[in-house]
Structure formats: structure tokens, C-alpha cells
């Protein structure tokens, strides 16, 4: 694993974090405003399960993207002094 690699996880890992926990609570927020009116409850344990799910789906999407990608990417150019890990110039 390169430097750059490592540098884009972690970047990508702090990201992941915040985007899927903002989602998680969101998530169950919504769930419950939509579900207080309705007729057919949903149990708080199912509103938790979904909502985690949804954070699951934004934690790995984020991580994906810019963590697995840009990664990949600077590591298979040629270094420059801007990257983690070069001598600057």
C-alpha cells in the first residue's frame, strides 16, 4: 500500500464516519416523524435497524468513492512534491 493510498483512506475514513452517523440519526428522525401519524406502528428496535442500514450504505459509498479511488489513482501516477509522503520541492 503506498503512501498515497494510505493517505486517501484515512481522509476517506473521517469522511465515512461523520456522513454515515449524520445519516443514521437522519435516518431514525425521519422514521419517526413519518411513523408517529401512522396507523401501522413500526417498533423502535426496526426504526434502529434501518436506519443503521442506511448509515452502513453512506459509511461505504464515501469510502468507496474518494478513500478506494483517489487512491488508486494517485497511486498509479507518478509522484509529485504535493503528495504525502514526496520531498518538497
Do not use: C, H
Not at 442506511?54 to 501516477?77: C, H, T
Amino acid at each position: 500500500m503506498t503512501e498515497q493510498f494510505k493517505a486517501s483512506t484515512i481522509r476517506a475514513l473521517y469522511g465515512a464516519m461523520s456522513i454515515g452517523f449524520s445519516t443514521v440519526l437522519g435516518a431514525y428522525q425521519a422514521l419517526s416523524a413519518i411513523l408517529a401519524g401512522s396507523e401501522t406502528p413500526m417498533p423502535k428496535g426496526d426504526r434502529w435497524e434501518a436506519s443503521l442500514v442506511a448509515g452502513g450504505v453512506s459509511f461505504f459509498g464515501y469510502m468507496i468513492a474518494p478513500g478506494a479511488a483517489e487512491g488508486l489513482i494517485d497511486s498509479n501516477r507518478g509522484p509529485s512534491s504535493a503528495d504525502v509522503g514526496q520531498p518538497k520541492a
